[in-house]
């Protein structure tokens, strides 16, 4: 990437933080190629309409459709955490707005952008209701290389996986945030307001997350006398690991039946 480039990159992260504080951070990465022009009046006005919306928009299986071939990717924040890839959110290289109209078989790049739009919305709704039994999973070829925990194409999605996604802080582009979102956006590379799992603090807000995600799995770490959980570093070696997978388990979980179950 260009210095230039670069740099106008880290001033508008760097903007971010100072106005709009770490949450709006928490969507913003290294796979964000912020370029000089403004984004185009008909994507920025359709994701503003369809974030205004009050109430979420129906489920529909065009929905479901777009959910199943979301890509997920890995903020670099802090700890970093899994998340939907703003810059694309879609698996493949066609460009999000052309994949979505090939999926749902519609010229209409205006519906295209609302009903990813939509999704954007969905996306944390949809892991916290989701359904899907613990067991091996096969895993795309394409994407098999660098999702963590996968093994000769399938991964084992444990109960643990799918509790540390359900029980996640998730944080949205809304408000102030959004305008900032498409104020960067470009018509050749548009930005998607995706939400992603919060990086500094993923699973609450103590100092190490890891003592968080024990709580959250049923066994929080030992305490000493004066009340500090005793941090055994095999367990948190462990957590940390499971925490990384989580990655993984949001990609698997999206495609929902997608994937086949292994023997």
Do not use: N
């Amino acid at each position: 990437m260009p210095v230039p480039v670069l740099r106008r990159l880290f001033r508008v992260l760097l903007r971010l933080l100072l106005g709009l504080g770490a949450a709006v951070l928490v969507l913003v990465g290294w796979r964000i190629v912020v370029l000089a022009t403004a984004s185009t009046p008909r994507h920025a006005e359709v994701v503003q309409q369809v974030f205004r919306a009050a109430p979420l928009p129906v489920f529909t299986p065009q929905h479901l459709q777009l959910v199943r071939a979301l890509r997920v990717w890995w903020l670099p924040v802090e700890s970093g955490a899994p998340g939907v890839d703003p810059g694309q959110p879609l698996r493949g290289e066609t460009p999000a707005v052309q994949r979505v109209q090939q999926l749902l078989g519609t010229d209409d790049a205006t519906l295209a952008t609302q009903r990813l739009a939509e999704v954007a919305r969905w996306v944390r709704p949809f892991v916290t209701q989701a359904h899907l039994a613990p067991g091996r999973y096969a895993v795309p070829a394409d994407m098999a290389a660098w999702l963590p925990g996968v093994q000769h194409g399938q991964f084992q999605l444990r109960a643990e996986h799918l509790a540390l996604l359900r029980a996640a802080i998730w944080r949205e582009v809304e408000g102030e945030a959004l305008q900032e979102w498409l104020a960067e956006s470009t018509e050749a590379a548009p930005l998607w307001p995706m939400p992603a799992i919060d990086g500094k603090r993923p699973y609450g807000d103590r100092s190490y997350y890891t003592i968080d995600m024990a709580e959250i799995l049923g066994r929080p770490f030992a305490v000493d006398g004066q009340g500090r959980p005793i941090l055994d570093p095999v367990r948190v070696a462990a957590l940390t690991a499971l925490h990384e997978e989580t990655l993984t388990a949001l990609q698997v979980l999206l495609l929902l039946l997608y994937g086949e179950m292994g023997g």
